[in-house]
């Protein structure tokens, strides 16, 4: 299989930004193609799907789909393994008076719905996958939680591009603040040639509950290639497997974005 065989399982080591600083996310990270709701919306909806259709959003974050999908009238399961970001999702979701399930679990880990769903949506998350066996994993979960006809709408970074777009090195700083606190995010993002790791040092700085701030995380993500996206899938039992442009759903063109049938 493309691109297997490498890599153990991640070591799962906290990153500031899913727990400690999960307040701060949306303020300071770029949505994940906006996140352009209507978008994922319109391509569920070719696929098959009608409103009222059971979604489960993995690795939901601080909730801006899932609540979006509930609000378009989506029966939403929301899944992320910090306790903080789902946090931040149960509060969006009350604020927006939207009735969504919140779980806090580990999707690679076995977990599996109550009932069959018919749509699961997995953005900006599998990159945080470092290991073949929880990428195999991950999408094995996918395959046995839809019901016939489901469908995954995924998207991944894509090696090639990733290697071009950051073989230089990115830097993006912001400030932001909340009440009283304040907050300086800096990351470097790198990737060595001929790698498939981004390497990305994240350092923050400020105040915090009166507390000065002053700490560093180290964080990889792996990127992906077609091939092995479309291995994976179609050895979780998926019948077949659509590329579809990035731009379809906002994304930047350094992203893969998979369309997976049962």
């Known amino acids: 299989m493309a691109d297997l065989g490498q890599h153990r399982d991640s070591d799962h080591r906290p990153r500031a930004f899913y727990h400690r600083f999960a307040w701060a996310y949306d303020l300071i990270v770029d949505r994940p193609g906006g996140p352009d709701v209507a978008a994922v919306v319109d391509v569920f909806t070719q696929a098959g799907l009608e409103r009222g259709a059971v979604l489960v959003d993995a690795g939901c974050g601080t909730g801006a789909y899932a609540c979006g999908l509930a609000d378009s009238g989506f029966e939403v399961i929301a899944v ?133 701030v002053e700490e560093e995380n180290r964080f990889t993500m792996r990127c992906w290639t077609w091939e092995g996206l479309q291995e994976l899938t179609q050895a ?20 893969l974005v998979a369309l997976a049938y049962r």
């Open 80 to 212: 992320d393994k910090s306790t903080e970001l789902v946090a931040e999702s149960r509060a969006r979701a009350q604020r927006d008076g939207l009735e969504v399930e919140f779980v806090c679990v580990d999707f690679t880990a076995g977990w599996a719905p109550t009932r069959r769903v018919d749509g699961v949506l997995c953005r900006g998350v599998l990159n945080d996958l470092l290991g073949d066996d929880e990428r195999t994993r991950a999408f094995e979960g996918f395959g046995s939680w839809l019901g016939p006809s489901g469908a995954l709408l995924a998207d991944v970074r894509d090696r090639a591009s990733s290697a071009r777009r950051y073989s230089s090195g990115r830097r993006l700083e912001r400030t932001v603040r909340q009440g009283k606190d304040v907050l300086t995010f800096v990351s470097t993002t790198t990737m060595d040639p001929g790698s498939d790791l981004l390497q990305v040092v994240e350092h923050w700085s400020g105040t915090v509950g009166r507390a000065a």
């Open 236 to 255: 979780a039992g998926f019948s077949r497997v659509a590329a579809l442009a990035a731009d379809v759903l906002g994304a930047r063109d350094d992203r």
